[in-house]
C-alpha cells in the first residue's frame, strides 16, 4: 500500500472513475470508490478488485464530508449526460468544498477541453467553471484535459454506428486526425500524479496516447476484428437531438481542433496504448483464448 494513503474516486462505477480506482488498487493505494447504488453490478466488481465502495452522492454535501473524511486525495469526475451542466458544475463544486473542509492533500480533476473560454461547447464551459472554483479555494489540484477517448469505438452507451463511425466523420471528414486516450490509460496516468503530487500539483496537463485520422481509425478496426464496424447513417439532426453538444464539438473541431502532443502523457505512462494495442486489447477481452 503506498504509505497506507486513501484517495476517494468520484464517479468510480464510471468508465473515467473506474479506470483510475482500478490503477490506484493496482499500485497498492486504498481506494474509497464512490457511488450513489453500492448495490449495483460495477459497484460489486470494484469492491471485489479490493476497494471500500462508500455510498454518497455529489448533490449531498454531508455525504461528502463522510467519504472524505482522513483522505489524501480525492479524484474528481462528474457526468454532464447525467446530471445536466448546472448539476456538473454544482456537483464539480461540491466535491471542492468537501476536499477543503476535509484537508485534502491533493485533488485530481478529470476535466476536458483546451483550457480556453469561448468555443462555444457547454461540456467544456461547465468544466472551466468548477476549474475556477476549485483554484479559488486554494486546493492543491491537478487538472487532466484528457481528449477523445477510445471507449468512443467500441461502447454501446456512446452508440459508435450513428457517432464516431458516421456523424463525426460526415462533421470532419475521415481525414480528421483526433487525439486519442483510453480510460484505461488515463487511470495509469492519474495514479502515478497521486504519488508524485510535488511534481503535478498546480499543472494542467493535456493527455493523448496516439494522434489517428477516423479513416486509420476504421482500417485498424477492420485488421482487428476482421471486419469493418457497424455503421448507422443516422441523420445528423438526428443525432443532435440525442446529443447536442457533441455535435456542436465535431463541428468547432473541423476549423479549430489542435492536436495533443502524446509525448506527455507517454513520459508519465510509457506503456499508454496506441489505439491498435487498445482495440486489440478490447479483442481479447471480448473473446479470451
Known sequence: MANGRTVVVAGATGRQGGGVARALLADGWRVLAMTRDP????????????????????????SLDAAFAGAHGVYSVQNPMISGLEGEVRQGRNVGDAARRAGVRHLVYGSAGTGERGTGIG?????????????????????????????????????????????????????????????????????????????????????AADLRTLDECRDIYTRVFGRRPKRFPMPVWLFERFTPDTVRLWRWARTEWTEVDPQLARSIHPEAMTVEAWLRRQKAERNPP
Do not use: N
Open 39 to 62: 448495490e449495483s453490478g460495477k459497484a460489486r466488481a470494484l469492491a471485489a478488485a479490493g476497494a471500500e465502495v462508500v455510498k454518497a452522492d455529489m448533490d449531498d454535501p454531508a
Open 123 to 207: 461540456s467544456w464551459e461547465s468544466k472551466l467553471d468548477i476549474e475556477e472554483h476549485l483554484h479559488g479555494l486554494g486546493l492543491p489540484v491537478t487538472v487532466l484535459r484528457p481528449p477523445a477517448f477510445m471507449e468512443v469505438m467500441t461502447d454501446p452507451a456512446f452508440y459508435p454506428p450513428a457517432g464516431v463511425w458516421h456523424v463525426w466523420p460526415k462533421l470532419t471528414g475521415g481525414s480528421f486526425r483526433a487525439s486519442w486516450l483510453s480510460c484505461h490509460d488515463l487511470g495509469v496516468i492519474a495514479a502515478k500524479i497521486f504519488a508524485a503530487p510535488e511534481r503535478y500539483v498546480g499543472q494542467q496537463l493535456e493527455l
